[in-house]
Nanobody, 124 residues
Framework: QVQLVESGGGLVQAGGSLRLSCAAS????????MGWFRQAPGKEREFVAL????????YYADSVKGRFTISRDNAKNTVYLQMNSLKPEDTAVYYC?????????????????WGQGTQVTVSS
């Protein structure tokens, strides 16, 4: 089992940057692909980014490609989401999650463990 705790959210002006962190407990962190999702008020939770176990492969939603970067440090049991050129439409609660589906990865049900989320608010 993996327990996940996100941090780093906050209020930022459009065009600014934030770095989210997700700290994992347990010795099996490096055996999981890790993803970031976000959920805006009244909307479904949506995929943002995925990083493979080793960190060698990454995938992004089209809406964040070129602006967000996912990374991980397995020695620190932590996954990061660097968010640059933020837009008001990036406002949401951001969640990290450990992937359980070996084939698919863009749906919330493809993930077994979730953090509690961290709020990101981008003002215009």
């Amino acid at each position: 089992q993996v327990q996940l705790v996100e941090s780093g959210g906050g209020l930022v002006q459009a065009g600014g940057s934030l770095r989210l962190s997700c700290a994992a407990s347990g010795r099996t962190f490096s055996s999981y692909d890790m993803g970031w999702f976000r959920q805006a008020p009244g909307k479904e939770r949506e995929f943002v980014a995925l990083i493979s176990r080793s960190g060698g492969n990454t995938y992004y939603a089209d809406s964040v490609k070129g602006r967000f970067t996912i990374s991980r440090d397995n020695a620190k049991n932590t996954v990061y989401l660097q968010m640059n050129s933020l837009k008001p439409e990036d406002t949401a609660v951001y969640y990290c999650a450990a992937r359980s589906n070996p084939v698919l990865f863009t749906r919330p049900r493809d993930y077994a463990y979730w953090g509690q989320g961290t709020q990101v608010t981008v003002s215009s």
